[in-house]
């Protein structure tokens, strides 16, 4: 079966430090492009980074610009989202989403908790 498993999150104080990590299994990974999105309470759910199916380029939320970086091993079927200088703004459900280059097959994580306050 196809499975996205994210780790890493937890509660952190303002200007901390997490990384997360989504384990992919069941799928060709170096065929996907990997995706972080979040969900506070009470919002939609929103992008925060995206990486090509190689790790060629990358994209962020304006919001986390300069704060997080996405990366990807495919040789462990693996994609990070390192958070940097933490806000409470960032609290939220943090899921990881892959999808297939070209064509409309994709799978969702089932999210972690990042929790951002002192």
């Known amino acids: 079966q196809v499975q996205l498993v994210e780790s890493g999150g937890g509660l952190v104080q303002p200007g901390g430090s997490l990384r997360l990590s989504c384990a992919a299994s069941?799928?060709?990974?170096?065929?996907?492009?990997m995706r972080w999105y979040r969900q506070a309470p009470g919002k939609e759910r929103e992008l925060v980074a995206g990486i090509t199916s190689t790790g060629g380029t990358t994209n962020y939320a304006d919001s986390v610009k300069g704060r997080f970086t996405i990366s990807r091993d495919n040789s462990k079927n693996t994609v990070y989202l390192q958070m940097n200088n933490l806000k409470p703004e960032d609290t939220a459900v943090y899921y990881c989403?892959?999808?297939?280059?070209?064509?409309?097959?994709?799978?969702w994580g089932q999210g972690t908790q990042v929790t951002v306050a002192s």
């Open positions: 989403y892959a999808r297939r280059t070209l064509r409309q097959i994709d799978y």
């Open positions: 069941g799928i060709t990974f170096s065929n996907y492009a």
